[in-house]
């Protein structure tokens, strides 16, 4: 079945008591039992709900997986991971993440007796000195936020497979439409559903899919256990999502594309950060392993001072100024205050993520009209 049929029906069946082509928003915290212990796979809304597991089964078709988890954010989701690690145990992590994974590693488990490495990954080989007998996590991002740097997922899952280390691929920015990890040697992919998946900046949401039945046991009785569960409501909505995520990401691309080109050629843009570029340094490993480009990209202004790149934050019209990503609305996003204002400065700067950066999430309007909006607000 081809992704775009599979987004649509994939782990949906029509309600069994009424037909409903939609699956319904199961709004109850508990089921009735007819004996002790005898139920129909559902005890409480914690463990289980109907629309969850309908969503569960979708994610895990769309990422060509076996099992699907949802987690109340994408945030919950890393943090469910991670909690399959104990004191002692190493991680090595791109050095470009997005900013509340990296505040969750450094913040909270490194305080638990985790141990982070923080690593360049465009060369899949320059994680090799980092790992040892206690390393038990590689987590990369692809493309990364907000540089848009590429990661060769099949390079470092031979890595991993190899020093049998587990794997994971946050794919939020590609969305499992540009890309699937889990075919590509990850062990799991992890989804911040907020953005793409859910699509229309509605939901907080976030999921995990993986291939083993081992792995899935694992974290389901961490999300049991820890509780970090989505409400019904939000499932749906995602489930909506995926609907027209097809549709969606196609025009999110072209958009992207349109703009990034049209940044590139704008006399008083610096630098633009997006990896459809023939001279982008992953360009060959994201054409690779990406079926697009996307709709994220980042660049700097020439003038290439905070009080500049604010002032065009602050012009826009169309595109408005928040934080997030992938929703059908254009975004302008200022990662050094905003998304990763909570890594430290001097770590931003060193790894190439500049005070005056500026970050784009180019929805789905008309592209003619987002390029006049950028116009004016740059002129």
């Avoid at 982008?280 to 697009?292: D, E, L, T």
């Avoid at 595109?319 to 609305?329: H, I, K, M, N, T």
């Avoid at 996003?333 to 993520?353: D, F, K, Q, V, Y």
């Avoid at 784009?360 to 008309?366: A, F, W, Y």
Wanted: glycine content about 8%; proline content about 4%; aromatic content about 8%.
């Amino acid at each position: 079945m081809k992704l775009s049929t599979k987004l649509i029906h994939a782990g949906i069946e029509p309600d069994p008591s009424t037909g409903a082509i939609m699956t319904p928003i199961y709004q109850t915290s508990t089921y009735v039992q007819s004996a002790p212990g005898v139920h129909k796979g559902y005890e409480y809304a914690r463990s289980q709900n109907p629309t969850r597991s309908a969503l569960e089964s979708a994610l895990a078709h769309i990422e060509n997986g076996r099992h699907g988890l949802c987690f109340s954010s994408g945030v919950a989701a890393t943090d469910a991971v991670l909690r399959l690690l104990v004191p002692g145990d190493e991680v090595i992590a791109a050095n470009d993440m997005y900013g509340g994974t990296y505040r969750l590693f450094t913040k909270i488990f490194e305080k638990a007796g985790i141990r982070f490495h923080f690593v360049d990954m465009q060369e899949a080989s320059a994680i090799l000195p980092h790992i040892n007998a206690n390393t038990k996590l590689i987590w990369a991002e692809t493309p990364t936020n907000p540089l848009m740097n590429i990661v060769d997922i099949a390079a470092l899952a031979a890595i991993a497979n190899q020093h049998k280390i587990m794997f994971c691929v946050d794919n939020t920015f590609a969305s499992p439409y540009l890309q699937n990890p889990l075919d590509l040697g990850a062990d799991l992919v992890l989804h911040s559903a907020t953005k793409y998946l859910g699509g229309h900046s509605d939901v907080i949401h976030g999921c995990l899919v993986m291939k083993s039945d081992e792995l899935r046991e694992k974290l389901y009785f961490i999300q049991k256990a820890c509780g970090a569960v989505p409400g019904p409501q939000d499932c749906f909505l995602v489930l909506r999502g995926l609907k027209t995520l097809h549709v969606r990401m196609d025009r999110h691309c072209s958009n992207g594309e349109a703009i990034a080109h049209w940044l590139r050629n704008h006399p008083k843009i610096g630098k633009v950060y997006w990896c459809g570029f023939e001279d982008h340094p992953g360009y060959a490993v994201a054409k690779k392993q990406m079926r697009g480009f996307g709709g994220m990209m980042s660049f700097t202004l020439k003038d290439d001072s905070v009080e500049t790149a604010k002032k065009v934050l602050s012009s826009t019209k169309v595109f408005a100024l928040a934080e997030s990503l992938g929703g059908v609305e254009s975004l302008i996003n200022h990662p050094a205050s905003m998304t990763h204002a909570s890594i430290p400065r001097e770590e931003r700067l060193r790894n190439g993520l500049s005070d005056s950066l500026i970050r784009l999430s180019v929805g789905i309007e008309d592209a003619d009209d987002l390029i006049e909006d950028l116009q004016q607000a740059i002129s």
